[in-house]
């Protein structure tokens, strides 16, 4: 167990709709991370947060958004969503910009 | 642009050694990471260099040659538990902690 909490597990959901994933970091983790998984894509980098602030940025799509709570917890919001859109999300925290990231199971979207 | 290239798959027999090389391409270079996924599970960190030269952690060792934009993970005494996929990832900036991945390789352990 990574120490860090991803929700939900699974997600199916129908196109157009709008999802958001929840994640909960390590304790003490101040940097939270987002990356999708695709068949075709591998790991690609979304968006990094640390400590509320957004701090690096990948080819996160337009219809794609996040923040990070006082609590340090972090949501990621998908909106009119494509079947493309179907993959493995997942979460990671960090204490800093460190290379050692911690992943979380990650969610499962699929989108029908 | 930035790239990172393994081999998609290595077979290994159990007890063997096992090297996963990655080359990199890519606009700054901070370090190389090498993460393990098992399917459907969660990456999981490895091992990290920073700087030239090996790096090792029990049964895994890393290697890099910034030079050569090139490393390696050594996998020794190979068990079946190690069939997985293994991610080499360049950290190209050392404010962030973006990672770029590679496509992975896919290692089948069999007896």
């Known amino acids: 167990d990574s120490g860090v909490t991803q929700t939900p597990k699974h997600l199916i959901t129908a196109t157009g709709q709008r999802v958001t994933l929840r994640c909960s970091p390590r304790?003490?983790?101040?940097?939270v991370y987002w990356y999708q998984q695709s068949l075709d894509q591998g790991l690609q980098f979304l968006i990094q947060y640390y400590n509320g602030e957004e701090r690096a940025k990948g080819n996160i799509l337009e219809r794609f958004s996040a923040q990070q709570f006082p609590d340090l917890h972090s949501e990621l919001n998908l909106s009119s969503l494509e079947l493309g859109d179907s993959a493995l999300y997942f979460c990671?925290?960090?204490?800093?910009?460190?290379?050692?990231?911690?992943f979380g199971a990650g969610t499962r979207l699929s989108v029908l | 642009g930035q790239s990172l290239e393994q081999p998609s798959e290595v077979t290994a027999v159990e007890g063997a050694i096992v090297q996963i090389n990655c080359t990199y391409q890519?606009?700054?270079?901070?370090?190389l990471s090498w993460y393990q996924q098992h399917d459907g599970g969660a990456p999981t960190f490895l091992s990290y260099?920073?700087?030239?030269g090996l790096e090792e952690t029990g049964r895994f060792s890393s290697f890099l040659s910034r030079s050569d934009s090139y490393g390696y993970l050594l996998l020794q005494e190979l068990q079946m538990k190690d069939s997985a996929s293994y991610f080499c990832a360049v950290s190209s900036s050392s404010n962030t902690g973006k990672l770029i991945f590679g496509q992975g390789t896919t290692l089948q352990v069999k007896p």
């Open positions: 990671a925290s960090s204490v800093g910009g460190q290379n050692i990231q911690y």
């Open positions: 304790s003490g983790d101040l940097s």
């Open positions: 890519t606009s700054g270079f901070y370090g």
């Open positions: 260099n920073g700087l030239d």
